[in-house]
């Protein structure tokens, strides 16, 4: 099966663009490392490029890099087997650079995430204790209680669905953020380019909401998931920006095509797959290795529904709408019942007969994704490994847990 041409286009785009970037940091120009849940857009109002950690090590990850990059934080110690998808560039930094990916990632001079956990606060700390990099830590908080069917109300009912406290502190932690950078650069923060960036940010999530809609109702399914992921993903991280709406309508547009030629990934589909948890990225061919054995093919990943359901934001404040879109973005995709009743929104509407979800060791609330589907009569496997640590996901024994999985517990479609 061909692989989509925007999945091609998006990974030619950043290997240009990291390479640009990486020219501009090493002639002086500042970027950034940041954290997926950071909020990028007001970097992109600074002309200030950035590094997104987990899209980081997904490459690392996939360019075999993953295990050598954790034994040297070991070799530091610092502990190599907890969160080693936001731990493992910092490893990766220490790497003789021949061997780093993409010619290496030149050191930031931004690192910035949020608090959350015991352990991510404790990395982007560690980067700002390198030469040349300041880190700046944004405050994470919970929510009491929590709205039902939460993706009706996000669009436009944001200050309902996260409540006015959570948005306020996080709100004066962006506001802080801009004279931080503006102390910083000597740059000053251009109001009306902001406004542009949120604007385009929201005809890009509602491409891809497009997309995710259409391939909710296709049968059988059209397109990899393991070509959604770039195709979506490497746009999200240019978020803000004419190419990354390009880019999510000319997936759509593709997505259409395909729908209505007829086409099948797998033309014997006999069972569809919903794949919970992050991309294994150090085995990206796992979600086609079930195609010709069982007819089983995975129509869904968190990586579309997210970026159709979790980002968009409308409203006159632009700053306001920002802290919205961040806030409570974790809360979405890991933290019961904002999770479960998405998750099983999505199985529904996905047709779905079984589900495997990939357990990280920073989303304790996993049990209660996977009983929510279950009590929905959807089977699931669950699998305690990390994404992008080749170790841990080779002691998991994934192709062989989902190939029992599929004999004992998903039957056939007629």
């Not at 069972?271 to 079930?290: A, E, N, P, T, V």
């Not at 529904?348 to 589900?355: C, I, N, S, T, Y």
Request: a negative charge; aromatic letters at 10%.
């Amino acid at each position: 099966m061909s692989r989509l041409e925007a999945a091609r286009a998006a990974t030619q785009h950043q290997k240009q663009w990291f390479a640009e970037t990486a020219r501009r940091a090493r002639e002086g120009d500042p970027i950034a490392l940041v954290n997926a849940d950071a909020p990028h857009e007001v970097l992109r109002a600074f002309d200030v490029p950035y590094v997104v950690n987990q899209w980081w090590a997904s490459i690392i990850s996939a360019k075999r890099l993953g295990p050598a990059s954790m034994r040297l934080l070991a070799d530091t110690g610092l502990p190599d087997h907890s969160q080693q998808y936001d731990a493992m560039p910092l490893g990766a930094q220490m790497l003789p650079i021949e061997q780093q990916p993409w010619g290496g990632l030149p050191d930031p001079a931004f690192a910035i995430a949020d608090s959350h956990g015991d352990v991510t606060h404790k990395i982007f700390e560690q980067w700002g204790r390198r030469p040349g990099t300041e880190t700046y830590l944004l405050s994470r908080t919970a929510a009491d209680p929590v709205p039902p069917r939460w993706w009706e109300l996000v669009p436009y009912e944001w200050e309902a669905a996260f409540g006015t406290d959570r948005l306020d502190l996080l709100q004066s932690e962006i506001e802080d953020l801009i004279g931080w950078l503006e102390e910083r650069t000597g740059r000053a923060f251009d109001e009306d380019r902001f406004a542009e960036i949120m604007r385009l940010a929201n005809e890009q999530a509602e491409w891809n909401r497009r997309t995710r809609d259409l391939l909710a109702t296709a049968r059988p399914a059209p397109v990899l998931v393991n070509d959604t992921m770039p195709a979506v993903m490497v746009p999200q991280w240019h978020r803000g920006t004419q190419w990354a709406v390009d880019a999510a309508r000319r997936l759509h547009d593709e997505v259409a095509r395909r729908v209505d030629d007829g086409v099948a990934v797998c033309p014997g589909e006999r069972r569809r797959l919903m794949w919970i948890g992050r991309g294994l990225w150090s085995d990206l061919d796992l979600y086609q290795r079930f195609h010709e054995e069982f007819g089983a093919v995975f129509v869904w990943s968190m990586y579309l529904a997210i970026a159709a359901d979790g980002y968009v934001r409308y409203g006159p404040d632009q700053l306001r709408a920002l802290a919205a879109r961040f806030v409570g973005l974790t809360d979405l995709l890991y933290v019961p019942p904002w999770s479960a009743q998405w998750y099983v929104k999505e199985a529904l509407a996905h047709g779905v007969d079984g589900v495997v979800h990939l357990v990280a060791d920073d989303t304790p609330g996993g049990r209660f994704i996977s009983e929510a589907l279950e009590a929905e009569g959807i089977p699931v496997l669950e699998i305690r490994a990390n994404n992008a640590d080749s170790r841990s996901s080779g002691a998991a024994r994934i192709p062989e847990r989902i190939a029992d999985f599929l004999r004992d517990r998903v039957p056939a479609r007629d």
